[in-house]
């Protein structure tokens, strides 16, 4: 029961950021939609809306993965003392609902393996 609850909490204290606050090397604006914690495997989801993603397609964004999850989810996460073994980071071009097909949208993720040098992009 309480961990259910430590993770409804830890998904309403998701900091708000705002599309300017998070540089990427593509220049695309991004903002937070959503974090998800997931209890098993212990994972974070940091969900961004992109809405120039499709114009841009994957090769404009690709190392924006990385600079999501070293940037912004690492020290989000080390700064709650909240421990993950993998980290997702996604990008849609528009809002879609967790879990539902939208083949419609362009929606992008990698995972990331943490370690203390940073996040490590797990191919699979």
């Known amino acids: 029961m309480i961990r259910p609850l430590l993770s ?3 998904l309403a204290a998701a900091p708000a950021v705002a599309a300017q ?3 990427v090397p593509s220049g695309q604006p991004l903002e937070l939609m959503e974090r998800r914690m997931e209890e098993a495997p212990a994972m974070a989801r940091f969900r ?3 809405p120039e993603l499709e114009a841009r397609g994957f090769a404009a964004v690709a190392e924006d993965f990385a600079a999501l999850c070293d940037g912004y989810a690492r020290p989000t996460l080390a700064a709650e ?3 993950v073994d993998r980290v997702v980071i996604s990008l849609s071009a ?3 609902p967790f879990g539902e097909s939208a083949p ?3 929606q992008f993720f990698e995972v990331f393996r943490l ?3 940073g996040c490590i992009w797990e191919y699979f």
Do not use: K, P, R
């Open 8 to 10: 409804a909490l830890m």
């Open 21 to 23: 606050d998070l540089a």
């Open 48 to 50: 961004f809306l992109a």
């Open 81 to 83: 003392g909240v421990a």
């Open 94 to 96: 528009q809002e879609v």
């Open 104 to 106: 419609e949208i362009t």
């Open 115 to 117: 370690s203390e040098d």
